[in-house]
T-cell receptor, first 113, second 116 residues
């Protein structure tokens, strides 16, 4: 089945610094989603990317889907302590009635105030 | 208040016992999923169901069983055959199938199972 590699596994930053996590696949992805899980919490959907080269922004978060649809990234500008958590990418299969996600292992972000 | 509920939040069982984890949703979603989360391992798919009375194995189904008798409910049984059952179990649901715009998964708060 699909596999997605996510790096780095951990990232510690000073508040105000930028942060990026990357997701890579050896196969072309149909679509990719990003989720955030706060410590002790459950994953919460952030966004879905579908089109080649797609870029979407949510305030300080920028999401990109590669031209070849084999990689994706999440960039946070000027991190805040509220950004702390684990960020997961998840590759979706081609959809239809049998839709499922394959998650990366996540990047744990900690922010020093 | 719409959402997904999982109970209990913490569960302790002795080795060799089967245990059933509850997952209920009132979002009128067709699809439901069970994931297992271990430290540093991300989420791994155990079972999923797209419609009542039908379900498919995920990537790590061995030692687990499910049922989908009602749209709202998707209980997971961790059997004694599961070699390492201690983990955080997450249930999720998804809206209309067949449309990419409805692929967002909504997660419950999870059940942390410890087998002693």
């Amino acid at each position: 089945g699909q596999q997605v590699m996510q790096i780095p596994q951990y990232q510690h930053v000073q508040e105000g610094e930028d942060f990026t996590t990357y997701c890579n696949s050896s196969t072309t992805l149909s679509n990719i989603q990003w989720y955030k899980q706060r410590p002790g919490g459950h994953p919460v959907f952030l966004i879905q990317l579908v089109k080649s080269g797609e870029v979407k922004k949510q305030k300080r978060l920028t999401f990109q889907f590669g031209e070849a649809k084999k990689n994706s990234s999440l960039h946070i500008t000027a991190t805040q302590t509220t950004d702390v958590g684990t960020y997961f990418c998840a590759a979706g299969n081609s959809g239809g009635s049998n839709y499922k996600l394959t998650f990366g292992k996540g990047t744990l972000l900690t922010v020093n105030p | 208040d719409g959402g997904i509920t999982q109970s209990p939040k913490y569960l302790f069982r002795k080795e060799g016992q089967n245990v059933t984890l509850s997952c209920e949703q009132n979002l009128n979603h067709d699809a439901m999923y069970w994931y297992r989360q271990d430290p540093g391992q991300g989420l791994r798919l155990i079972y999923y169901s797209q419609i009542v009375n039908d379900f498919q194995k995920g990537d790590i189904a061995e030692g687990y069983s499910v049922s989908r008798e009602k749209k709202e409910s998707f209980p997971l049984t961790v059997t004694s055959a599961q070699k390492n059952p201690t983990a955080f179990y997450l249930c999720a649901s998804r809206g209309a199938s067949g449309l990419l715009s409805y692929n967002e998964q909504f997660f419950g708060p999870g059940t942390r199972l410890t087998v002693l």
